[in-house]
């Protein structure tokens, strides 16, 4: 009769259903605690601050968040841009505890765009962008509307590096699913040669 020994019996079924109801709470409980154990951090200051009309070029942006954003190399990118959304950053941002300083270079006149992105204390990408203004705040407008297009093409070309931490968590869902139900199919034939 080989072939109402290979139709899986109902018992069998029904261990499938208890592995692959265990993967799933697995599932579960590997998502809570990155989604409700720890916020995002938050930028929570900026030097010069948003919409701030400064008599002078500043030397540089400083940013402070709520915690200390990774320090790991390409986490942190700050662009600082002109009227005509010319880069006026010089070097790389530096990352010091909760502040990030970025560099500017020659001396601005009319408005500054600032886009930052960081990697939060959770591992979570954040981002966002703020106007400030030097002599001259009548064109901040036309800065925001430079910063929109600027905005976009900044998170068309860093999908990737938004994507690594998603990638990872999918990455360890799946083994730990596939794992779960390996145990229980393991355990499903040792219960079967027993009987
Ligand atoms: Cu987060």
Do not use: K
């Not at 002109?82 to 020659?106: F, K, L, M, R």
């Not at 990638?167 to 027993?194: D, H, N, P, S």
């Amino acid at each position: 009769m080989p072939l109402a020994t290979t139709r899986p019996s109902p018992r069998r079924i029904h261990r499938l259903g208890t592995a692959a109801a265990s993967a799933a709470l697995a599932a579960v409980l590997l998502l809570a605690p990155a989604g409700a154990a720890s916020a995002h951090d938050e930028l929570i200051g900026s030097d010069p601050a948003a919409d701030d009309v400064l008599a002078t070029t500043p030397e540089q942006i400083t940013l402070t968040f709520s915690d200390a954003p990774s320090t790991e190399a390409g986490a942190t990118e700050v662009a600082v841009l002109d009227e005509d959304c010319a880069s006026v950053a010089s070097g790389d941002p530096v990352v010091d505890g909760n502040e990030v300083t970025q560099a500017i270079e020659g001396t601005i006149e009319g408005a500054v765009l600032v886009q930052w992105r960081v990697v939060s204390s959770d591992g979570h990408p954040i981002s966002d962008e703020y106007v400030f203004s030097v002599g001259d705040d009548a064109a901040v407008t036309a800065a925001e509307q430079c910063g929109e297009s600027a905005g976009e093409q900044n998170d068309g070309s860093s999908q990737g590096f938004n994507a690594v931490p998603y990638a990872v968590g999918a990455a360890v869902i799946f083994v730990a699913v596939g794992a779960v139900i390996a145990i229980a199919i393991v355990r499903g034939r040792r219960g079967e040669t027993r009987e």
